[in-house]
């Protein structure tokens, strides 16, 4: 597993690319870690709880 807590991995991903999707920062981790492409989708959710509760992201509306 990466040193890594979830809202890092985000912030990385995003600084990276700018504004992602949920599915484009699922698409980035797992693309440089590995370990979240053979484990269990069990980390998107974490992802996604992460986004949720973190006031450094924030939810956009699509253009």
Known sequence: K???TYTELIEQALSEKG???VAEI???ISERFPY???N???WKNSVR???SISPHF???VKA
């Open 19 to 21: 504004p992602l999707t």
């Open 49 to 51: 709880h992460n986004l």
């Open 2 to 4: 990466p040193p890594y």
């Open 26 to 28: 699922y698409r980035w």
């Open 58 to 60: 924030r939810k956009s």
């Open 36 to 38: 979240f492409k053979a």
């Open 40 to 42: 269990d989708d069990r």
